[in-house]
């Protein structure tokens, strides 16, 4: 069974930066895309990023020009890098594969603290 499992998170400045990963166990031969979302306590889930098979990248506008999402196919991994992050952007990451056919699958999330 495909899992995936997110490392990086912390405890981080205001102004500072972290690199989330997200490595990817298996083959998913329906997947779509590859994904960062974000859940703050009391709001709902939202997506920070996404990076297609073709390479093509989305990201929510909170974090344009902050965050870049890339892969690496070699190492089966997706990372999340955050620079100049706010305390607005606290919430636990989650690593999310979209795909064509069936549900998306989901990491166990990692914690992200911005804080002074």
């Known amino acids: 069974q495909v899992q995936l499992v997110e490392s990086g998170g912390g405890l981080v400045e205001p102004g500072g930066s972290l690199r989330l990963s997200c490595k990817k166990s298996g083959i998913i031969f329906t997947l779509r895309s590859m994904g960062w979302y974000r859940q703050a306590p009391g709001k709902q889930r939202e997506l920070v990023a996404d990076?297609?098979?073709?390479?093509?990248?989305h990201y929510a506008d909170s974090v344009k020009g902050r965050f870049t999402i890339s892969r690496d196919n070699s190492k089966n991994t997706v990372y999340l890098q955050m620079n100049s992050l706010k305390p607005e952007d606290t919430a636990v990451y989650y690593c999310?594969?979209?795909?064509?056919?069936?549900?998306?699958?989901w990491g166990q999330g990692t914690q992200v603290t911005v804080s002074s």
């Open positions: 990076i297609a098979l073709d390479g093509s990248t």
């Open positions: 999310n594969a979209a795909r064509t056919i069936g549900t998306a699958l």
